[in-house]
């Protein structure tokens, strides 16, 4: 499942007793800001979350899939994002909160029974190197 902005606004909005026109102008300004300053180069670091940095791709020869000529690719930027400690562990299933218990925690109004419960985590895998 994909979730949207929009849907991250009600869901935040919801969560933290806030308007969604107030959420939403707070994300809007979170992403432009970002946004912007990856473009001017800089590092986003976000601790538990991730890290967004610029890197530049060399320029290297491609090949035209329809008609298998060589073709020069020019050197290029990238976003890229590496995830951090609690992203890592959510993903994985390591025990970790879902975002519906993390914006629970926050002060707003969101009650026991609004939070969702962290899906069951896989068995370990048993290291046999």
Request: charged share 25%.
């Amino acid at each position: 499942m994909t979730m949207t902005k929009r849907e991250l606004v009600i869901r935040v909005a919801n969560k933290l007793g806030m308007t969604q026109s107030d959420v939403s102008k707070i994300i809007e300004g979170t992403f432009d800001t970002i946004s912007h300053s990856l473009a001017s180069g800089q590092r986003w670091e976000l601790r538990d979350f991730g890290v967004f940095e610029v890197k530049t791709r060399a320029s290297r020869i491609g090949r035209n899939p329809r008609t298998g000529d060589q073709v020069p690719v020019p050197e290029r930027r990238v976003v890229t994002f590496r995830p951090g400690k609690r992203m890592k562990e959510l993903v994985a299933g390591g025990g970790g909160e879902s975002l519906d218990t993390t914006l629970a925690s926050l002060p707003g109004e969101a009650t026991p029974s609004e939070v969702v419960a962290p899906a069951e985590a896989p068995a370990p895998v048993p290291d046999t190197f």
